[in-house]
């Protein structure tokens, strides 16, 4: 029974480039959830999806970064034209239901994450 | 806005002392409070949790009892082992929210 498996765990870019980090949630697990953890601080949410739909994105920067969750295939957020201040781990976490957090049952599953370094 | 304050780290001690790592928190509704922990080079992996005032979540002889007076949920243990050394992570869902907010986090060492 795989985990929440997140690829890759390490990904250096150069300034501008663009960075893709891909996260397939566990077997029967349709909501997924995209979190950013930088150097001496917390995570910080960045994104919930649902299969083809973006639900709460009020922690993602305007520009630049856009995260997807296809009906078939791994979750994606996407950088573009990278910069020094995005290097840092991106966690992804998947969740079997609506209210997955709130209700009774809720457990939050987390990825081992991509660390990303902007050279 | 939402929000969760804990301890600053690192918190250094040694074989069979008693933890507490202190977690308050700052909410509009009524939130589900969680401690999550982090291994070295794993993900964060739920800990324990309560969803109401005054319950107590516990799981491997961890435990925080959820004081809505006080607005805190601080974790304690009695007697930490070198294994218990990682990163621990309070955090909050709020009522009909569906995301969860972390603390900073607060790195923990157990000498032997």
């Known amino acids: 029974n795989a985990g929440v498996m997140q690829n890759p765990r390490h990904l250096v870019r150069r300034r501008g480039q663009e960075a893709r980090l891909r996260c397939s949630p566990m077997k029967g697990h349709s909501h997924v959830y995209w979190y950013r953890q930088l150097p001496e601080e917390g995570l910080k949410f960045m994104v919930y999806l649902q299969k083809e739909n973006i639900i709460d994105e009020s922690g993602m920067p305007k520009e630049r970064f856009s995260a997807e969750f296809p009906k078939e295939g791994p979750s994606i957020l996407r950088i573009q034209q990278v910069v020094r201040g995005d290097s840092a781990a991106y966690f992804c976490a998947s969740s079997p239901s609506i209210g997955g957090v709130g209700g009774t049952n809720e457990k939050l599953f987390f990825g081992s994450g991509t660390q990303l370094s902007v050279l | 806005g939402d929000s969760v304050t804990q301890m600053e780290g690192p918190v250094t001690l040694s074989e069979e002392a008693f933890l507490t790592i202190n977690c308050t928190y700052t909410a509009t509704g009524y939130p589900s409070l969680f401690w999550y922990v982090q291994y070295p080079g794993e993900g964060l992996q739920l800990l324990l949790k309560?969803?109401?005032?005054?319950d107590k979540g516990s799981n491997k002889g961890f435990e925080a009892t959820y004081r809505k007076e006080t607005t805190s949920f601080h974790l304690e243990k009695g007697s930490v082992q070198v294994s218990d050394s990682a990163v621990y992570f309070c955090?909050?869902?709020?009522?009909?929210?569906?995301?969860?907010?972390f603390g900073k986090g607060t790195r923990l060492h157990i000498l032997p």
């Open positions: 955090a909050l869902s709020d009522t009909g929210d569906d995301k969860i907010i």
């Open positions: 309560a969803t109401k005032a005054d």
